[in-house]
């Protein structure tokens, strides 16, 4: 998860809390707010008809006339029992219907004077009164309808405000840490766009000094130390490979006049052609290196240009042949290939040439028979050259760092090398976006595909 949705995410949900437990407060608020105003309610319904019975001459006759006039102030589904100081019932309005009544109501108001519950259905109010030196038990219940039906409409109201509030802080959270954050995108922008040949680039700093932008210093600087670094090496290695390569092209020139004199001893011949192995072979070793500080992954297509993969084939199969005269190549084009192949691919020939070199040393080194097969395969999406040779073969152990720096398998031992040809050969087609498999499909065969997408 980016950074950007971690911190949107994490105030989503912090305000999710906080505005849940507001939400929660204010609904319990109401709730007691309701409770007390129902409450009060009742108070003054029992104070107004105790104020009636105290001002009545004759309460049983005058009483349904009283609370028939004064419907208006009736509470929702109110009914009234008023009983006399022997608890027996004087006064009801309900009608048509038989009145109940809990005795032990009536017994418990003896003791309290006044009760009040609302865990019952309908909520209760009830009083014990002296009016004019009697007692009267005055028993009021009433649904509080319209108070819970605005507690209903508060709740929905503030599930409704609560999910909106949520989806609309989530959104503009992520909208202004996209904004907050911007500058640390573009840095990594600029940052991603950094390769070995353009250590020079420097990134954009802004006058502020917050966090991002001393990021930003602290990476120049960084750069510009391995930019230093980095042309350090590659100076190092183009000069080495230039003064080496001088030398070795002298060395191999006398030995090749050595070896065409007559006067050499059989021991002495074997010698000199084994030095002069070395000498070629530490030769393009060295061309290679050289080739290759001049190229890198991230510019190396900005120089393409078509190539014919036949071409470099036959060119580079004519330079193994100098160093292995006896070296055979059976060429082929699979059957499963187009009646017309292009056989194109675009790349550089100069690294493609060292691929291929290396390859066909390696099949006349390797090989039991100084022969190597050459079967291109070429669809629309890719084209495949598979270098065939027969000899021993790589353990399945060692397969997968076959293609490490200095790696040697149990192939090569007695037979010289530096290990490094495979290694150069592996990053000259990952440049190309290519890439290399070796398998052994039979007994004593080595078979490396190199795999090039169209």
């Known amino acids: 998860m980016s950074l950007k949705r971690k911190i949107a995410l994490t105030i989503s949900i912090a305000f999710s809390l906080l505005f849940g437990v507001v939400m929660a407060v204010i609904y319990l608020s109401f709730n007691d707010f309701r409770r007390d105003e129902f409450k009060e309610r009742f108070r003054q319904r029992l104070e107004f008809t105790t104020h009636f019975i105290s001002k009545s001459k004759d309460f049983e006759e005058e009483a349904p006339i009283f609370f028939n006039e004064n419907a208006d102030n009736v509470l929702l589904n109110e009914t009234i029992l008023i009983f006399n100081g022997e608890k027996e019932l004087i006064y009801s309005t309900i009608k048509d219907r038989n009145v109940t009544w809990d005795s032990a109501l009536l017994k418990e108001l003896d003791e309290k004077k006044i009760i009040y519950t609302e865990k019952t259905v309908p909520e209760i109010y009830a009083a014990l009164r002296t009016i004019n030196g009697e007692n009267y038990y005055i028993l009021t219940s009433a649904f509080d309808t319209n108070g819970k039906s605005k507690l209903n409409y508060l709740k929905y109201l503030l599930i409704a405000a609560y999910v909106m509030s949520t989806l609309l802080i989530g959104f503009f959270s992520y909208y202004f840490m996209g904004q907050f954050l911007r500058p640390l995108e573009d840095l990594n922008k600029e940052i991603s766009e950094v390769t070995a040949h353009k250590l020079t680039t420097q990134i954009p700093v802004q006058e502020s000094n917050d966090e991002i932008n001393v990021l930003a210093k602290s990476f120049n600087t960084m750069i510009a130390r391995l930019d230093d670094v980095f042309q350090s090496q590659r100076d190092f290695t183009a000069s080495a490979s230039h003064e080496i390569r001088t030398p070795i092209t002298r060395m191999a020139f006398q030995l090749e006049n050595l070896i065409k004199l007559k006067q050499h001893s059989p021991e002495t011949l074997l010698s000199l052609q084994q030095i002069q192995k070395d000498v070629y072979q530490l030769s393009d070793l060295t061309n290679s290196l050289l080739l290759l500080t001049k190229f890198d992954k991230e510019n190396i297509q900005s120089i393409y240009e078509e190539v014919r993969i036949d071409e470099v084939i036959f060119e580079s199969f ?137």
């Open 318 to 454: 004519e330079a193994v042949e100098k160093s292995y005269p006896t070296l055979k190549m059976d060429f082929l084009i699979s059957e499963e290939t187009s009646e017309n192949p292009l056989l194109t691919i675009n790349g550089i020939q100069s690294l493609l040439d060292i691929v291929f070199i290396n390859l066909f040393k390696n099949a006349a080194v390797y090989s039991d028979h100084t022969e190597v097969d050459v079967l291109i395969t070429e669809t629309n999406l890719k084209l495949i050259v598979d270098v065939i040779s027969r000899g021993k073969t790589i353990p399945e152990q060692e397969q997968s760092k076959l293609f490490e720096a200095f790696m040697r398998g149990n192939n090569s031992q007695n037979i010289s090398g530096s290990g490094l040809g495979l290694r150069i050969v592996k990053r000259i087609l990952e440049y190309h976006g290519a890439e290399i498999i070796y398998s052994s499909p039979a007994e004593s065969t080595n078979k490396f595909s190199v795999i090039f997408e169209k």
